[in-house]
């Protein structure tokens, strides 16, 4: 275990549900991560939170919605999604260090997300 | 922005031998490149990386070579063991920015 815990593991949804992604990460980083892992494709950054401030929003849609209570906790609210939604969602925590280029992302096991 | 390009998409090798993946990037200012192993259904976890004030790496098996002045780096898996199969992740950083691009991915198979 790398100290970055997602939930749930799998989740299955309608377009028209609401749900939530939770991850925790317990290595007390200051940055954390939501990746979107699609078949074929390169790993892509959807948000991006230091010290709890969201510093990037790499043209996410608006249906995903994260939430950054506090350096540990990530979340991703899910809404009206789309069935081309449906992918691996990873969280990753790091620990920025100014002027440093080498900072460590750990990633969490994922949520298998199913858009039906 | 930065843009990664992987390849092979898929490699198959004998146990015992050598698998290399390449890698190429166009921002002249990352210099932080890592590598990332995915096995079926578990998380990425980093395998090796490096920085740009350095040509090569090693640990054990694995090494890591870079070229700057071309902007292309490469992993190099001797020995390979069937527990070496797995997907391999490049990717590419610029100092002050956390964004971590990520190469398309080589899916390698090990034959024992």
């Known amino acids: 275990e790398t100290g970055v815990t997602q939930t749930p593991r799998h989740l299955v949804m309608g377009m028209t549900n609401k749900k939530s992604l939770k991850c925790e990460q317990h290595l007390g980083h200051n940055a954390m991560y939501w990746y979107k892992q699609s078949a074929k494709k390169p790993l892509e950054l959807m948000f991006v939170y230091n010290f709890k401030e969201q510093t990037e929003n790499n043209s996410v849609p608006s249906r995903f919605s994260p939430e950054c209570p506090n350096s540990s906790h990530l979340f991703l609210h899910l809404h009206t999604l789309q069935p081309e939604d449906s992918a691996l969602y990873l969280c990753?925590?790091?620990?920025?260090?100014?002027?440093?280029?080498?900072?460590?992302?750990?990633f969490g096991a994922g949520t298998r997300l199913s858009v039906l | 922005g930065e843009n990664v390009e992987q390849h092979p998409s898929t490699l198959s090798v004998q146990e015992g031998d050598s698998a290399v993946i390449k890698c190429t990037y166009s921002?002249?200012?990352?210099?932080?490149f890592p590598w990332y192993k995915q096995e079926l259904g578990k998380r990425p976890q980093l395998i090796i990386d490096?920085?740009?004030?350095?040509g090569e790496k090693k640990d054990q098996r694995i090494a890591v070579t870079l070229n700057k002045t071309a902007k292309h780096f490469s992993l190099h898996i001797t020995e390979t063991q069937p527990e070496d199969s797995a997907v391999y992740f490049c990717?590419?950083?610029?100092?002050?920015?956390?964004?971590?691009?990520f190469g398309t991915g080589t899916r390698l198979t090990v034959i024992p």
């Open positions: 990753a925590s790091s620990q920025e260090t100014t002027g440093v280029a080498k900072n460590i992302q750990y």
């Open positions: 990717a590419a950083r610029r100092t002050g920015a956390n964004n971590l691009f």
């Open positions: 921002d002249s200012a990352s210099n932080y």
């Open positions: 490096i920085r740009s004030n350095v």
